[in-house]
């Protein structure tokens, strides 16, 4: 592959976003290598030497462009407009496995590049971009245009027609399904105009230099585009009274004040970047004018540094709409990825129009009553329940690679938004990428411990192979909306052998029935797919805890670029969070949440045709339509604010987490009771239109003021298969307690023992918690912050020390989370293994009245009716490290389950041997033992109604070449057809042993 970057003949690009080596001065070079960004760019300095000595900032956009790109080893890729080289040579740099070619038109740059710039995967070349036959066609795996296209439009004296046609030019260079990323600056509506305000302060001389930004904006309105006709340059501006003493008041077109705005700080290149314009594209122009190419414009997105913000932005002017409304900062960079489609296939997919309930419900509506509160609440159901597979491998190198699932058509993350706006305005095209799911019963069947059977499991669903002896391995489970969304998806880890062919997707589901489904299964390194979610390309939180679970799972670690801005308080939060208390509430059975009769209309469902278009013939065509049904939450936005509280205790100085204890109805729907852990979510109002508004609103909720708020990672979609709802997660530095959905309070402990309880022991010991993915994003972007990394180094590895145990202990106890460190509970245990049956994937846990002593049985966490010894059950600590797995096969020795409490064990009666449960999820009698606990209330009422029955069926009789899809039969029917087929292949075991 190839990604190219391109210069122009007659002008020298530099671009005050792209600080090459070169650009800078010996001060400014020691200060951009001193940016306190994060641990991994020292790493970076550390790792790679000859990156010594270019900025900081430099390597930091490298990194940015490429984690755009998810490109395939031995690709090519074309740098345009490279100028000195330094990003160039820094990708090439950080991604040996690919092939870069550095191009600009200035001969004199090229030249000092080549002999500065050695690699023997880099190239530099000296080249006009703008002529049609400067490379070969159907070359290029990737084109990057970052800060270059304004070069051309200014060159053009302002004209949109040969951007175009360069852009036409660069997409023949590709290869089909290869990518071009823009980077540079969007215009904002170009009708629009806007108030811009500013602090009144005085010009030291009338210089350029000296002149004050006010001053400055008036000097900028005279001069503007001086490459128009003498006379013809220059914007309109008037100035208008003050509003407030010692302020400026101005009115303007909204694209000169931007153009104004991420200018006015490089007075160094003031005369040489005069006569270039900067945003000549709408966000809107840009989709159109690529996707009329034959593109699919897989993402767009305005960029907002937070940093830049802080240095440049506040304080410095206010932006305010024609009607008063303040508007927040604008973008300081856009971001555009767009793909060369073959003819005939998918190129959006979006929502057209209302399909009137012509199609069958697929998904059913229940209200619960919360017997303790008497509140109502609504939970929607699909009628399934999946599992996320995500095999991988282990280069020689050390490299960790995974199988995900690229261009699923996934049409409700362009649903029109029926209340309010997108606050970040992003933009996909509807194809997602995402791990392999399947449906969890027929993962069941696999989970054995033998491995013929995974090797059947591999060849049938993935058309992978395993390596040897490798069993399914256990990972995290995951509620998406334990509030709302009657669901739980696993994980499954399996490691494979590297394919020699291209691996073919064998599954489709209900929600991609109808599109034009060219989905692929692609081998990726997880942490390029863990960089790609961290600039908001995927937007995958569940695939991003999957793969950092895998990296401590593997004792691997996972690079970060992340960091807060935040300032902590020294504080002594009044609420501390009560372990002890959280682990008797999930010991306990609570069936509290009771299926009524009616609706409050919570949830809001709608049925809309959803149209796949794609280019046939040069046009753009609807192709293919499906019809799909997805819900709102009542009358809310699509934009849901998630907030994590942090604060430093002021005695040990340990940075603090807030979460909510509460009882939620879909956990105890599948884990006995709904006693859980989450963080504070509200739904943004319709008013609250911008990231910067929703910071306010947040801010307001705790009673803090607006610097007390940092994002916390890109926003990502709650589930996309049901709703087109988005989560913007935050973080707040405050103790204070905000009200929420679900009551409340807000209580703290320490970060690293939160993060422990949510994603090391969760995992260990087979339960959800809602607030995972914030304790990974918290410790992922906190740890490294020079004034947190001290406590917070502690907490992220901890899971992969040999002693973390007793230091856990011994801080859970003393942080009230722990209580005592074993129970005198008489327990039993039986057979199964997989928590997709009722069972526990670490043996589990089973409540029994008539038996005397303790007794567990250490099952296989592979699952199925793996059965085990049973032994007598010593003292448990609650937290107990997990065996390791040994040469990708499963541990056969887990840890032992926390014991139950007397109390419950006294209550309860049922024991395995006593009680066949029913099948949350199908309505079928499970026929495998449970390992989970099971109480009266769960036999009896299951507080929901039995899930509509999904069966997925082969299409062809050739195991080999499976296709499943989903239908509306029943499992048992799905069942039995593999049974008779399983008993009817005379080949399987020569298949196994050829394996």
Not at 125 to 146: G, L, Q, R, V, W
Not at 322 to 336: E, V
Not at 517 to 535: G, W
């Amino acid at each position: 592959m190839a990604i190219i970057r391109m210069g122009v003949t007659n002008k020298n690009k530099h671009s005050i976003a792209d600080h090459s080596a070169d650009s800078f001065t010996e001060d400014e070079d020691r200060r951009a290598l001193k940016l306190p960004v994060t641990k991994t760019l020292e790493n970076y300095y550390a790792k790679y030497t000859d990156l010594k000595g270019i900025p900081a900032d430099t390597i930091k956009r490298a990194w940015f462009t490429m984690s755009h790109l998810l490109l395939e080893p031995g690709a090519f890729v074309i740098d345009m407009g490279c100028s000195d080289g330094a990003m160039t040579f820094v990708m090439a740099t950080l991604h040996p496995e690919i092939t870069f070619l550095g191009v600009d038109g200035n001969s004199k740059k090229i030249t000092k590049a080549r002999n500065k710039f050695v690699l023997p995967n880099l190239k530099f070349k000296t080249a006009d971009i703008t002529k049609d036959s400067t490379f070969e066609k159907n070359s290029a795996d990737a084109i990057i245009n970052s800060f270059i296209l304004h070069e051309v439009y200014s060159s053009a004296r302002y004209r949109d027609k040969p951007v175009v046609e360069l852009l036409e030019n660069q997409f023949s260079y590709l290869k089909d399904e290869g990518y071009m990323f823009i980077h540079g600056y969007s215009m904002p509506p170009p009708e629009k105009y806007v108030l811009m305000e500013m602090p009144d302060t005085q010009s030291s001389s009338e210089a350029l230099q000296d002149l004050s930004e006010p001053d400055l904006l008036v000097w900028f309105s005279e001069h503007a585009r001086p490459s128009e006709d003498v006379g013809c340059h220059g914007f309109f501006l008037e100035e208008l009274p003050a509003r407030f003493p010692k302020t400026r008041l101005f009115r303007l077109p909204y694209r000169w004040a931007y153009e104004f705005i991420i200018r006015k700080d490089n007075r160094k290149d003031w005369d040489e970047e005069l006569p270039k314009q900067y945003t000549f594209f709408t966000p809107r122009e840009f989709r159109k004018n690529l996707r009329g190419l034959g593109a699919r414009v897989q993402y767009t997105a305005p960029c907002w540094s937070e940093s830049k913000i802080r240095e440049c932005f506040e304080g410095r002017f206010r932006l305010i709409d024609d009607d008063g409304t303040q508007l927040g900062s604008p973008p300081t960079s856009f971001i555009t990825v767009a793909q060369k489609i073959p003819n005939g296939q998918s190129v959006l997919i979006q929502e057209r129009r209302p399909s009137n309930g012509q199609t069958e419900r697929r998904l059913e509506i229940t209200s619960m009553r919360n017997e303790v509160s008497g509140k109502i609440h609504e939970i929607v159901s699909r009628g399934m329940e999946l599992t996320d597979i995500l095999p991988y491998r282990v280069a020689s190198n050390g490299d960790l690679y995974v199988y995900v699932q690229q261009s699923v058509p996934r049409g409700i993350s362009n649903a029109i938004p029926r209340k309010g706006l997108s606050l970040d305005g992003k933009r996909w095209s509807g194809h997602m990428t995402e791990a392999i799911s399947l449906p969890t019963e027929i993962v069941m069947e696999s989970e054995t411990g033998q491995y013929k059977d995974s090797v059947k499991f591999a060849r049938d669903y993935l058309g992978l192979k395993p390596f040897i002896e490798a069993l399914l391995q256990k990972g995290p489970s995951f509620f998406p909306a334990p509030d709302f969304i009657d669901e739980r998806i696993h994980t499954r880890y399996l490691n494979v052998t590297e394919p020699t062919d291209k691996i073919t997707p064998r599954i489709s589901s209900v929600e991609t029935h109808g599109f034009l489904n060219n989905s692929k299964i692609r081998e990726i390194k997880a942490q390029h797919l863990l960089n790609a979610i961290s600039v908001g390309l995927i937007p995958n939180s569940n695939l991003e805890v999957q793969i950092l679970n895998l990296f401590q799972m593997l004792d691997k670690k996972a690079e970060s670029w992340n960091d807060s801005p935040l300032t902590l308080d020294v504080d002594t939060p009044e609420h501390l969070f009560d372990g002890k208390e959280l682990m008797r509430l999930i010991g306990e059975a609570d069936s509290r949440f009771k299926k009524t009769k009616g609706s409050v209309g919570q949830i809001r469902s709608i049925q809309s045709v959803f149209v796949d278009e794609g280019v046939v013939e040069g046009s753009i065509k609807g192709m293919r339509s499906s019809d799909l049904e997805f819900v709102l939450n009542g009358e809310q936005t699509h934009n849901k604010a998630v907030v994590l509280p942090l604060t430093r205790d002021a005695q040990s100085e340990e940075v603090m987490a807030g979460v909510i204890t509460e009882h939620l109805p879909v956990p105890q729907r599948y884990q006995g009771t709904g006693a859980t852990i989450s963080a504070p979510s509200f739904s943004l109002p319709a008013e609250v239109t911008t990231i910067e508004e929703a910071k306010k609103f947040v801010a307001d909720q705790f009673g803090v003021t607006v610097d007390k708020v940092s994002r916390l990672g890109e926003s990502y979609y709650c589930h996309i298969g049901v709703t087109p709802t988005r989560i913007f997660p935050f973080a707040v530095a405050s103790t204070n307690q905000p009200s929420t959905p679900f009551g409340g309070p807000v209580t703290f402990a320490p970060l690293k023992y939160i993060y422990y309880l949510t994603c090391v022991y969760a995992l260990e010991y087979n339960y959800a918690f809602d607030v995972s993915w914030f304790m990974y994003a918290a410790t992922r972007n906190l740890m490294y912050d020079s004034d947190m990394s001290r406590s917070l180094a502690d907490g992220y590895n901890m899971h992969h020390g040999r002693d973390h145990k007793s230091t856990i202990e011994t801080g859970l106890n003393m942080s009230g989370l722990m209580g005592n460190k074993e129970y005198s509970a008489t327990t039993t245990s039986s057979g199964s293994g997989s928590s997709g049956g009722g069972g526990s994937s670490s043996g589990g846990y089973q409540p029994s009245a008539q038996t005397s002593t303790a007794s567990v049985d250490n099952g296989s966490s592979s699952g199925g009716g793996g059965s085990g010894k049973k032994r007598k059950a010593e003292s448990t600590p609650m937290f107990a490290p997990q065996a390791p797995a040994v040469d990708g096969a499963v541990a056969q020795t887990q840890a032992p389950a926390p014991q139950m409490p007397a109390k419950k064990a006294a209550s309860d009666t049922a024991t395995t041997e006593a009680a066949t449960p029913q099948n949350t999820t199908t309505g079928e009698t499970a026929a495998a033992e449970t390992s989970s606990p099971i109480t009266e209330a769960q036999i009896v009422d299951t507080s929901l109604p039995p899930a509509e029955s999904v069966s997925f069926h082969s299409s062809s009789p050739d195991a080999a070449d499976i296709n499943i899809d989903v239908s509306n039969d029943t499992y048992s029917a799905f069942s039995k057809k593999r049974a008779k087929k399983k008993k009817n292949d005379k080949d399987n075991n020569k298949d196994y042993d050829a394996a």
